[in-house]
């Protein structure tokens, strides 16, 4: 897995002729996350704050998994998305 490959999904999703189910969006979010910066090591957001709350939760989900592995799940996602949503 390439950093290039990485870079061009993360171009490609925005792309998509359909816009991702939010638990796509999550997912991706949370493997992008764990690819460029590794573990969560943020503060939970608070409860006012329900969408950072997800947010953070799709990131944590993918503790302990490698930026390469996290990067490598993340290009199949997107190709996944591509093929359904294209």
Same mark, same amino acid.
């Given at each position: 897995?390439?950093?290039?490959?990485?870079?061009?999904?993360?171009?490609?999703?925005?792309?998509? +002729? !359909?816009?991702?189910?939010? =638990?796509?969006?999550?997912?991706?979010? %949370? *493997? @992008? +996350? !764990?690819?460029?910066?590794? =573990?969560?090591?943020?503060?939970?957001? %608070? *409860? @006012?704050?329900?969408?950072?709350?997800?947010?953070?939760?799709?990131?944590?989900?993918?503790?302990?998994?490698?930026?390469?592995?996290?990067?490598?799940?993340?290009?199949?996602?997107?190709?996944?998305?591509?093929?359904?949503?294209?």
């Amino acid at each position: 897995m390439s950093q290039a490959a990485f870079d061009k999904a993360a171009a490609e999703v925005k792309n998509l +002729k !359909q816009k991702p189910s939010d =638990d796509e969006l999550l997912k991706l979010y %949370g *493997l @992008f +996350k !764990q690819g460029t910066v590794g =573990d969560n090591e943020t503060a939970k957001p %608070g *409860l @006012f704050d329900p969408k950072g709350r997800y947010k953070w939760d799709a990131w944590t989900n993918n503790k302990g998994k490698s930026k390469e592995n996290a990067q490598s799940e993340y290009v199949a996602l997107v190709e996944e998305l591509k093929a359904k949503l294209s």
